[in-house]
């Protein structure tokens, strides 16, 4: 079967614009799935050195902001009204605190829903995650194909032959593709969303144990919910909050979920 002269002149060009439209696409999509639950919110998030830095989250592929909720006096009438985290700065974070809503107010009542929804995990939602997980463990072979697919092309069109690497690169697009949607797929971890767990967490060289309710997860972050905050050392504008519960993010470079809580009656 031979493909028509125009196929053959504008299949190696629409690659290209494709490969470029749909990079530009992952890009301005490629962002934590735990980090993005936050977005937007109010946060105060543990430094590894004890230093705590809050304000409203700003998630963005490559970095994060912060806008503090009172900007930081620098004189001659300026001041500092955001704090941005690149690669580097993001290694040094220890964890980031979502407080949850007040208490009795209609925000605390849909949060409170949100948590027995996440622990009842309904049929839709165990379908969802099944689709998306068998989804992950077959991104390689896709992958694979789109590149075996533009190999196939590349023999039958003298065009494409001149496309140098065509093949390959198709192979990198479609892995690229993937990467949009989060794939870290870990047996242990989804019989445990939606559990009661411990998590171990270090921080300055100590171990410490918190409890919650693990929502999602990812290759770098972990996300675990209606935590009891116990920080001792936390600054006056926060403790005047008067937060009780609070939803963190935990790096996975300094934590990890060790214990499923067997809930019994007393």
């Known amino acids: 079967m031979e493909m028509s002269p125009t196929v053959l002149i504008w299949a190696p060009i629409g690659l290209l614009f494709l490969?470029?439209?749909?990079?530009?696409?992952?890009?301005?999509?490629?962002?934590?799935?735990?980090?993005?639950?936050?977005?937007?919110?109010?946060?105060?998030?543990?430094?590894?050195?004890?230093?705590?830095?809050?304000?409203?989250?700003?998630?963005?592929?490559?970095?994060?902001?912060?806008?503090?909720?009172?900007?930081?006096?620098?004189?001659?009438?300026?001041?500092?009204?955001?704090?941005?985290?690149?690669?580097?700065?993001?290694?040094?974070?220890?964890?980031?605190?979502?407080?949850?809503?007040?208490?009795?107010?209609?925000?605390?009542?849909?949060?409170?829903?949100?948590?027995?929804?996440?622990?009842?995990?309904?049929?839709?939602?165990r379908l969802r995650r099944s689709i998306r997980n068998l989804y992950g463990m077959l991104k390689d072979a896709f992958s694979q194909s789109v590149g075996l697919v533009v190999g196939v092309v590349k023999q039958r069109s003298d065009t494409m032959k001149q496309v140098g690497g065509a093949d390959k690169h198709a192979t990198e697009l479609g892995q690229s593709l993937l990467k949009v949607l989060p794939h870290a797929y870990e047996p242990v971890f989804e019989c445990y969303r939606g559990s009661l767990v411990v998590l171990e967490s270090v921080s300055k060289g100590e171990l410490h144990e918190t409890v919650g309710v693990l929502d999602d997860y990812t290759v770098s972050n972990i996300l675990i919910r209606a935590v009891e905050v116990a920080e001792p050392a936390l600054p006056p504008a926060l403790v005047e909050r008067a937060f009780d519960l609070c939803d963190v993010i935990f790096p996975r470079s300094v934590a990890i979920v060790r214990h499923r809580i067997a809930e019994t009656q007393v």
Request: hydrophobic share 40%; proline share 4%.
């Open 19 to 125: 490969s470029a439209i749909i990079g530009i696409v992952i890009e301005r999509h490629r962002k934590d799935a735990c980090l993005k639950s936050f977005n937007g919110d109010f946060v105060f998030i543990k430094m590894k050195d004890g230093q705590f830095i809050w304000g409203s989250l700003r998630v963005f592929p490559t970095c994060l902001e912060l806008t503090y909720d009172s900007p930081q006096s620098m004189g001659i009438g300026r001041s500092k009204a955001s704090y941005v985290f690149y690669d580097k700065k993001i290694a040094e974070i220890e964890r980031i605190y979502r407080p949850a809503p007040k208490v009795e107010s209609e925000a605390r009542a849909a949060w409170e829903e949100e948590i027995e929804d996440l622990r009842r995990r309904g049929l839709f939602e």
